[in-house]
């Protein structure tokens, strides 16, 4: 690499449709006694505040047209950005062509990620995708060895503290950095209107996919101490509440498995509407230790707690409504990696204020379960894109396929345990009692040892709480897909099990359906499977 150098900036062109920071920016330029060029609204408001401004139109002798579509596409303007000033070749041709030197070029966007998000009509969207300012941040970014680049105002202290440590001039390695952060922000800029131009089109699975994020949090590491980790957030014209989306009220940084069980936590708890009653979810290991919904939140906590009170321990808690005291004062009794809920009221504040390693997240709102959108898996060398799980069954997508019809509650458990099945790691078998789990088995390699799990997991909370027999007696059963031999279903019958939901689609259906008939099971086949691996 080439000897950085070391010339102060003489010549500056600002051009910002973001206009925070921008007259103190220009005052220091001025007073550096830094030439200044600008365009339409940048001009107008550095020379309302006294700056002394050059307009681009007259700098490169040729008017803005079309609207001002046409105004920084010149070579008096690319040539100033893009020429080597210690290449012989390039400065003959900037004097023979009267180019001057651009040293410092200050470049925001215009708003379309904002435009698209406000709902904009198309015609509206178009014409706020920025051509010049791109092609003016790409030619100072790749010229970085001679010319600074800004493309956010955070940015402005940084490039005057350099300049006044420099005696003018910026350090190679800012110019490296925000060329590097020039790119990524046009990167993103496609990005979002290539995205947006595909789902004009209807779209969803173009033949280039490009995802851009902002970094929010870069985090201690990732799942080991070992990994390096951040934590990214997306744009959206309408966020689904969430863990991207909550402020924190308590507690210490979010490490990526906090994330990443939090996350699974609130969808989940976020299937039950607050309409319906409280709702908790006790996550560990991004899987369900105990969920429940009840009269009070305090009630659905503690029916939640009993299904495995030992995973429970330094888990994650989620519900669907507001944290009040009394459930708070539950929560306070055994050690929580994290809260997270739409709301808290204050004597809930004030109880877990006590627990400083806790962190309490508030959202404001549930994820909506039937949202439409993407989710994306590493895999080596490439990416594996699909639709969001927003698939819910109802009572009208059930078919009883047995002799027994089953009961009204046990329906309502049926639907209960198959919308916690979704967010169970395959293979899935959750047993339900009352509006709770009882039993949960997740992550076999086979269904029946997950059903075996999910009863052993029963006597376990049976014995921790000193109930005289197992709660999976009396309970229903949910199996996230269908089940390939009736033995899966043959336990969960021997565990007590009085009705059972399944996808159904089987070549041996037929054998399930008369394994629960000859044990007088009630069975209904929802026709929607929920693998989540």
């Not at 390096?228 to 997306?234: G, H, L, R």
């Not at 009208?396 to 019809?405: I, N, S």
């Not at 999976?472 to 949910?478: E, R």
Request: charged share 25%.
């Amino acid at each position: 690499m080439s000897p950085a150098p070391t010339t102060p900036i003489k010549r500056a062109l600002l051009s910002v449709s973001d206009k925070n920071g921008l007259i103190e920016f220009g005052q220091f330029l001025s007073d550096q006694g830094v030439e200044i060029l600008s365009t339409g609204g940048s001009a107008k408001a550095l020379a309302d505040a006294g700056i002394v401004v050059t307009e681009v139109s007259s700098h490169t002798g040729f008017p803005e047209m079309m609207d001002g579509r046409v105004k920084t596409l010149h070579p008096k303007i690319h040539g100033g950005l893009l020429a080597l000033r210690d290449n012989d070749t390039h400065v003959k041709a900037m004097t023979d062509h009267d180019i001057a030197n651009i040293d410092l070029l200050v470049v925001n966007l215009y708003p379309f990620e904002e435009t698209v998000e406000k709902g904009a009509d198309f015609d509206t969207c178009i014409e706020n995708i920025d051509i010049g300012g791109p092609a003016m941040i790409r030619s100072a970014a790749k010229n970085h060895k001679f010319v600074t680049v800004v493309v956010e105002a955070r940015d402005y202290e940084a490039v005057k503290a350099s300049m006044l440590e420099n005696n003018g001039a910026t350090s190679a390695d800012l110019r490296r950095a925000l060329a590097a952060r020039a790119y990524a922000r046009t990167g993103s800029y496609d990005a979002a209107i290539s995205a947006w131009f595909a789902a004009q089109l209807g779209d969803s699975y173009p033949d280039r996919l490009n995802v851009t994020a902002t970094r929010k949090q870069t985090l201690r590491y990732g799942e080991n101490p070992h990994q390096n980790a951040a934590f990214y957030v997306s744009r959206s014209a309408t966020p689904r509440p969430g863990i991207a989306t909550a402020r924190q009220i308590q507690g210490k940084e979010l490490s990526y498995n906090n994330l990443n069980d939090t996350d699974a936590a609130f969808e989940l708890v976020s299937e039950f509407d607050a309409a319906s009653g409280p709702a908790v979810a006790i996550i560990k290991h991004a899987n369900p230790c105990g969920v429940a919904q009840a009269a009070t939140m305090k009630e659905a906590y503690n029916q939640a707690l009993l299904c495995d009170q030992t995973s429970a321990f330094g888990g994650i808690i989620a519900l669907n409504s507001t944290l009040d005291g009394a459930t708070a004062e539950e929560i306070s009794k055994i050690f929580t990696e994290v809260v997270i809920a739409p709301d808290a009221d204050q004597k809930a504040l004030e109880i877990l204020a006590a627990k400083k390693n806790l962190r309490l997240l508030l959202t404001g709102g549930l994820a909506d379960p039937r949202a439409v959108g993407q989710t994306i898996k590493s895999v080596a060398g490439g990416y594996l894109l699909q639709d969001r799980d927003n698939g819910k069954v109802t009572l009208d997508d059930l078919k009883v396929v047995t002799e027994r019809q089953p009961t009204e509650q046990e329906l309502k458990d049926l639907l209960f345990a198959f919308t916690v099945c979704k967010h169970v790691k395959s293979n899935a078998i959750i047993y339900v009692k009352d509006g709770a789990t009882v039993g949960i088995g997740a992550g076999q390699m086979s269904r029946v040892d997950s059903a075996r799990v999910a009863v052993r997991k029963a006597e376990d909370a049976k014995e921790a709480a000193g109930f005289p027999e197992v709660l999976t007696k009396g309970s229903v059963v949910a199996s996230d897909a269908f089940f390939p031999f009736a033995d899966g279903l043959i336990h969960a019958a021997e565990a007590g099990v009085t009705a059972v939901i399944q996808p159904g689609g089987s070549m041996r259906d037929d054998e399930v359906i008369a394994a629960a008939n000859e044990r007088g099971l009630a069975m209904v086949m929802t026709g929607m499977r929920h693998f989540r691996h």
